[in-house]
């Protein structure tokens, strides 16, 4: 209750209630036990009312438990900083964080950072160039509008909108645009700038893709209401059912199940013939026995890819493991593609061979 005052200032009985999940009276009762042990709490009536902490009254983090502790230091990442120019701060706030702590929660912290190292990155590392993100992150902060050049022919904004819309100008490159930065989002690795346009409309921006941006007199209205995390789950949302699909059926390898579940771009629909994915432990007891079969058994997989000619390299890719099923155009696009392989290598011009030495 305490942070919660402290971070908002003033709650009402109900609010405070919502928040943690418990009745009025136990809300009201917690706080007369929190004064009598002499924390500055206090209840001011009227239609602005509610429970609040005397000015400047800040609790520390005594009352952090270990596994809160835990879930502080995991999500700390030091690449996003990094990324944003301000890794310095990062270090500095770290080292305050740890010092702010009572002794047995800084030997707790010593004992995960030894025993856990998080690498958001992955295998997968960035190679985008961000040259613009400075500039980007300096017009979120001061709530400053911004002209882009930004997109390509055929590019496009995240979420959906061609060309004009969102990318660059109809069959032509980037384009200027006026837009008014609402929040960055990092997305693994990539960066993005959610900003409306000037008909209003909240857009997502790629930070790589842009080309050239300058910072705007004037300060950005926020619409009402906006919250930048339900944007972005929504506009993820948005962007996924809005994806190419093509179906297909194939016949996998068990061995090369992991490798699938694995891969971009093709999802497992249905495993034919056995427990549907709503029942996992059936799921999990199948997948056991199929796994323990002969090596040459295979499973009847439907799938769903994104377009025919990814399809066809994904499909390539697993060689003798993935054999297409349906449809036959599928089918085809692969075995002429292996023809092509084949007749590359057979045509290639046989090297020179130096006679073993007698």
Known sequence: MLLLLQHNGRMTTRELAEELKVSPRTIVRDMESLSQTGIPVYAERGPHGGWALVDGFRTSLTGLKKDELLAVLAALSARLPEEMGISASYSSAYRKLIA????????????????????????????EALPYLPIVQEAVWEDAPLQLLYGSAGASA????????????????????TVYPLGLVAM??????????EDGTVRSFRISRIAGAEKLAGTVTRPTGFDLAAYWEQSTAAFQAALPRYPAT????????????????????????????????????????????????????????????????????????????????LADAVIVQARQVLEMYENAPAKKTNPPSS
């Open 100 to 127: 702010s702590l009572p002794p047995s929660a800084r030997k707790d912290a010593d004992f995960f950072r030894q025993r856990l190292h998080i690498d958001g990155a992955g295998w997968r590392r960035s190679v």
């Open 158 to 177: 995240r979420g959906g909108e061609k060309s004009a819309g969102a990318g660059g100008a109809e069959g032509g490159g980037p384009m200027w645009r």
């Open 188 to 197: 693994g690795a990539i960066w993005y700038l959610a900003a409306a346009g």
């Open 250 to 329: 194939i016949r996998l390898s068990p061995a090369a199940l992991p490798r699938l579940r694995q891969t971009r771009f093709v999802k497992i629909i249905e495993m034919i013939g056995m427990p549907q994915s709503g029942e996992p432990e059936k799921m999990e007891e199948a997948e056991r026995a199929e796994a323990a079969n002969e090596a040459c058994r295979t499973l009847l997989l439907n799938v769903e890819f994104n377009t025919l000619e990814s399809a066809c390299q994904i499909a390539l890719g697993f060689g003798t493991e993935l054999k297409v099923v349906e449809p036959p155009e």
